[in-house]
């Protein structure tokens, strides 16, 4: 029995008009779901030169292969050209969207075109409908969500966006059912220049598999492995709150604007684990995680000031709204992380550019009064606050910081050699200065700045060698991290990569090997990278890293020590990394003979000419 199709819901918000396309079997194969599919969509459909806020840029929400088929697989994965970074951005989220599309008989939704009046869609078991928005605009997300919810079904799951999607924040994110986020790269900005506010999915059709017995079986096991299992007691207890601790100790936090990558433990622990879960109180029905057998979300009730509120922090919030603002009371930082939440703005992003504008007012490069707030540099909490909400309505100096930390350098025409991005997206709550190798994942990440793009091991200082000896071990975790994203699963939820097959035969009755499903994530990369090198992308000079991050970490364990030996050990590594990828390895450019070989035929004149546009470039 060969499988079914993949089918693809296609919606025209300009034309009101929408359809499903099937991908046959064979060309489906290749990609599967989730990440790797909504690259082959975002490939043949978003096309080099567009603009990412205009109506011909798509956002692109793909399933994962085993959404609502194997326990903690949950995540969605959304793509859209990024208007932060003018390349194809993939986020991921979890919780109940992408099993809602599986349980409507798709395996991904894509948007286009941009409504006359503002909307959000209604999708019941695949059937779409466009409803009026009017009431919705302006709303937070929370509020958002909770109407939507009262008009479609209680049990429907809600992408939104907040304000700052609205006034289009290019770091703005689609917040999931409230809690989760596809954060970074600024979809949620695309989705607001499209005028839609909201999209609910409701679906009554799960998967069927081949082999239901063995199914059951496969979900028991897998299911009770993970809820009991000692190895996931740590994520079980505080998720990914505890972590700024362990950054701090391994010279890898981004306190003060990545300036001290080491803290003292005391210092870290006022946003560590335990602090954390003393305000510990029970989630709402709807993050429960009941699907999820690891349950690592983490709900806490906290005052600041005169305000009580709820939020789900995580270990990125905490690092880059508090560390790298300088800003250590906790209950500020997670009031922070509820209002960027409540306004969809990329905690990550926003911490980010904040953290960069107050450095500037701190060493005195930069008159804040002058430019509308009562800024004094790191620590000041009520800058932070203020900040957020200018940067969400885009007021004052605000709607400069919403452009992001590469272009409001550009803007006020200083401060470019502290802000810390690769290829304009802001770096995460991990500075590469504690690990050896990882500044690689960083420069070579067809996004820019990811931590989700694969870890070297062992973990080692850069001193301990050549950068380019971790880069096969780097290499291998992007390809494991990345076949998670493409079958919905969830990174905290670690499945053995000999688990997958299983799945996929018990689903499909198709046994892949191992090796051969790794294929599908590298075709995504390889076709990234022929995009993005067509659209702007000069890798050659690109895929680099911050000065920040080659300047020595000042104090602690690891005094001294740079994210590389020297700029010639970065550019050998990269290479390195072109070479087992099968790409130029002076250029970054997949070779055509490689797109071959990865099945890509259609792409293979592409890749010819992506590699005589970069020559150009460089000329």
């Known amino acids: 029995m060969e499988p079914t199709p993949c089918r693809v819901l296609r919606i025209n918000l300009s034309r009101e008009k929408w359809w499903v396309e099937e991908i046959e079997w064979d060309t489906c194969r290749l990609f599967l779901g989730g990440k790797s599919l909504a ?7 978003i096309p080099p030169g567009t603009d990412p806020l205009g109506p011909g840029n798509r956002l692109v929400f793909a399933a994962g292969f085993l959404n609502a088929v194997a326990p903690g697989a949950s995540k969605v994965s959304v793509l859209a050209k990024s208007p932060l970074t003018g390349l194809l951005h993939d986020s991921h989220a979890g919780d109940f969207f992408g099993p809602m599309l599986r349980r409507s ?3 991904a939704l894509v948007v286009e075109g941009r409504l006359s009046s503002l909307g959000y869609l209604w999708i019941r078991d695949g059937e779409p409908e466009i409803r009026n928005a009017d009431k919705l605009w302006g709303l937070t997300v929370s509020e958002a969500t909770d109407r939507v919810r009262r008009e479609t079904s209680t049990n429907a799951a809600i992408a939104a966006i ?14 999931f059912d409230i809690y989760r986020a596809a954060g970074r790269g600024g979809l949620g900005a695309v989705m607001g220049s499209k005028n839609l506010k909201a999209i609910a999915v409701y679906g009554t059709r799960p998967p069927r598999p081949v082999d239901e017995e063995k199914m059951k079986r496969l979900r028991d096991y897998w299911y009770r492995h993970f809820a009991e299992s000692p190895r996931y007691m740590q994520i079980r207890e505080y998720g990914t709150t505890s972590t700024l601790e362990f950054a701090a100790a391994a010279s890898m936090s981004p306190s003060y604007n990545f300036r001290k990558p080491w803290i003292p433990d005391a210092l870290a622990a006022r946003l560590g684990g335990d602090a954390v879960k003393s305000l510990e109180v029970e989630p709402p029905w709807f993050i429960h995680g009941k699907s999820c057998p690891v349950k690592c979300a983490r709900y806490v009730r906290a ?10 922090p995580e270990y990125e919030n905490l690092g880059m709204l508090g560390a790298a603002t300088g800003v250590f009371n906790l209950e500020a930082v997670l009031y922070y992380n509820y209002l960027v939440d409540e306004l969809g703005l990329d905690s990550i992003s926003a911490g980010n550019t904040i953290a960069w504008f107050l450095e500037l007012v701190e060493e005195g490069l930069i008159g804040a009064r002058a430019l509308g707030i009562n800024a004094e540099g ?20 605000g709607a400069v910081l919403a452009e992001g930390v590469k272009r409001a350098s550009t803007i006020l025409g200083i401060g470019a050699e502290r802000a810390v991005h690769v290829k304009g997206l802001e770096a995460p709550a991990w500075d590469p200065r504690g690990r050896r190798a990882l500044g690689v994942s960083y420069a070579t990440a067809d996004v820019g700045a990811s931590h989700l793009r694969g870890w070297p091991s062992p973990h080692q200082p850069p001193t301990e060698g050549p950068a380019r000896d971790l880069v096969p071990s780097m290499a291998r ?11 919905g699963i969830c990174r905290f939820v670690s499945y053995p990569m000999d688990a997958i097959p299983d799945f996929i035969e018990a689903l499909t009755g198709w046994r892949p090997s191992v090796e051969e499903l790794l294929l599908a994530p590298r ?25 920040r991050w080659m300047e020595p970490i000042p104090e602690g364990p690891l005094a001294g020590v740079k994210a590389f030996r020297d700029w010639d050990d970065l550019r050998e590594a990269v290479r390195e990394y072109y070479r087992l990828r ?31 546009i970069v020559k150009a470039r460089l000329a």
């Open 162 to 175: 907040g304000p700052a999607g609205e006034n289009l924040v290019r770091y703005a994110h689609i917040a």
């Open 105 to 107: 008989g798709l395996n």
């Open 378 to 397: 790191f620590g000041d909490e009520r800058a932070v606050l203020e900040l957020l909400e200018m940067i969400a309505y885009r007021r004052g100096i």
């Open 582 to 612: 099968g790409w130029h390895e002076e250029l970054g450019v997949p070779l055509p003979e490689t797109m071959e070989r990865l099945g890509l035929g259609f792409a293979v004149e592409d890749a010819r000419r992506a590699i005589e």
């Open 303 to 312: 005052k600041y000031g005169d305000k009580v509120f709820e939020v789900k």
């Open 39 to 45: 690259y082959y969509l975002g490939y043949k459909l």
């Open 477 to 487: 975790n992007r390809d494991r991290d990345a076949l998670l994203d493409t079958m």
């Open 523 to 547: 075709r995504a990369e390889a076709l990234a990278r022929v995009h993005d090198a067509l659209d702007h992308l000069v890798p050659p000079l690109d895929d680099t890293v911050p000065p």
